[in-house]
Structures are given as structure tokens and as C-alpha cells.
């Protein structure tokens, strides 16, 4: 079996050196695109891959970063490849994604009048493991971001935890890893200010040396190069290289 995570992009929502913090994860041949922000159909071409390659996309949280490029993908994909994209996405988000995001660009009298006319929608529940792949399985976990805005982390194959956006969860963090096992987390950094909406690189320097040592950060500012020496054990992980996980 063989686990590997592509970062399209792994900048913050106003990065330029960096495109959005969107993911391809690599499950020996599925590919699950995860979040699709604006940037992404950029970065994809960047990349050399097409949307075509893509298996599945799931959707963490409505910010134009994480899902700005889905109105390109899908139409796209129906009128250039005559294909439909598997959506996996939390239950709370598909009336919303629809009506307060896609609709404006996607609706078509008689053709396209909710998300599931334009994507296989697959609606998902926190606490329950979807297996996508033979060798994928998924939980998505309720995280806090933006009072009012639902989020939801990853769980994947139960042993890598990917943050979406999310404020510090020291507890959170400490129990996935002495209780669950966690082998890895992939998590957001702001690399400055204080942890209104997302959890800073200050924050996560406060966890114990047993998280730190198996954190990698994401979702970061343009200022990332003037950080690198400065985040202790925990590394930046770089757009478009291939980790193996
Ligand atoms: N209350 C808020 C709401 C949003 N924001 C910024 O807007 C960005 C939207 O994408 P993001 O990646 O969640 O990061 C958010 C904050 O930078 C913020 O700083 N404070
Ligand atoms: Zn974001
Ligand atoms: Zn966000």
C-alpha cells in the first residue's frame, strides 16, 4: 500500500508565492483532491495533472481558498469531458455550498438546479470511517474556525490527522496522539499575530515535544521563508513535492 500527499498549494488565503492549501492524496492509484480553492485549477495545470486525474474531491470548509475553483472544475469536467467529480463533503455543507457559493455560476434552467445535478454527491457524518479506496479510509472531525462556519478536519487512514482551518485544539492534538496513535499531523500555521480564526505557529510551538515531533505545517503566509530554522521540530512541508506519508 502506498500513501503520498501532493500539496497544490500550501499558502494562507492571501499568499502569493503560494497557491491555496489544497492536497492531492495519492492512494496507490486514487487520487482524492482535498478542498479546491481558487488557485487550484492553476496549480493543477501547473503541476502537469488535469481534473480528468482526479477520483474524488473533498471539501473541508466554504472559504473561497478551499473551494473558489470548484464552479471551473465542474463545468469543465461536463462540458469539455462530459464527466461528473464524486464530491465528499460533510451533510452541513451541501445546502450551503450550493446556495451561498456554486449556484450563481452553476444554475441552468431545466439542467442544473442543485449540487447533485452537477456532482455525485456524497454526504458525510463526523464519527463514522468512509473507506473511499481500497487502501483510503476517511473521518471527517467537527473543528472549530469562524463562529457560524462549520470545518471539519481529517482523519485519515486513523492514523494522519490534516487540519483544516481551525484554532488551537491543544487537547484535542494530545489526545489524537497518546490516545489514538496518531502517526502524523499536517496542520495550519499562522505564522504571526494572534489565533482568531487559525492556530498559530506560537500555539503549536506550546505543544509537548511528543506532538511537535510529528507535526507538519501548512496554510502559511508568504513570509515562510524568513520562519524556516524557527519552528523546532516541526517542518514546513513545500507545494507540488510528493511526500510519502
Ligand atoms: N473573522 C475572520 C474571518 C476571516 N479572516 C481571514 O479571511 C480568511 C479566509 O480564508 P482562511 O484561510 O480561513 O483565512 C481567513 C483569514 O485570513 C479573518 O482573519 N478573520
Ligand atoms: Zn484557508
Ligand atoms: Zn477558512
Known amino acids: 500500500m502506498s500513501l503520498s500527499l501532493q500539496m497544490l498549494g500550501t499558502g494562507n488565503a492571501f499568499a502569493k508565492n503560494y497557491f491555496n492549501n489544497n492536497g492531492l492524496l495519492l492512494a496507490d492509484d486514487y487520487t482524492l ?11 493543477m495545470h501547473t503541476i502537469g495533472k488535469s481534473f480528468r486525474d482526479v477520483n474524488a474531491t473533498l471539501i473541508t470548509h466554504i472559504h473561497a481558498d478551499h473551494v473558489g ?12 469531458y462530459g464527466k461528473t467529480m464524486r464530491l465528499h463533503l460533510p451533510e452541513t455543507l451541501v445546502e450551503p455550498l450550493w446556495n451561498n457559493t456554486l449556484k450563481g455560476g452553476l444554475y441552468q434552467k431545466d439542467a442544473v438546479a442543485s449540487l447533485t445535478d452537477i456532482f455525485e454527491v456524497k454526504p458525510m457524518k463526523p464519527g463514522i470511517t468512509y473507506k473511499l479506496a481500497p487502501s483510503l479510509t476517511l473521518e471527517i472531525i467537527h473543528t472549530p474556525h469562524i463562529p457560524g462556519k462549520d470545518s471539519y478536519s481529517l482523519l485519515i487512514n486513523n492514523e494522519i490527522f490534516y487540519s483544516a482551518d481551525m484554532t488551537f485544539q491543544p487537547d484535542l492534538l494530545i489526545r489524537l496522539v497518546r490516545e489514538h496513535g496518531i502517526r502524523m499531523i499536517l496542520h495550519d500555521c499562522q505564522l504571526g499575530g494572534s489565533g482568531v480564526v487559525h492556530t498559530t505557529l506560537e500555539e503549536l510551538m506550546s505543544l509537548p515535544e511528543d506532538v511537535r515531533r510529528i507535526i507538519k505545517l501548512m496554510h502559511y503566509s508568504d513570509e515562510q521563508p524568513q520562519f524556516v530554522g524557527l519552528t523546532g521540530e516541526m517542518e514546513f512541508i513545500d507545494q507540488h513535492v510528493i511526500y510519502k506519508l
Open 33 to 43: 483532491l482535498i478542498d479546491c480553492g481558487i488557485t487550484a485549477p492553476l496549480a
Open 69 to 80: 475553483g470548484l464552479e471551473e472544475l465542474a463545468l469543465t469536467l461536463k462540458h469539455v
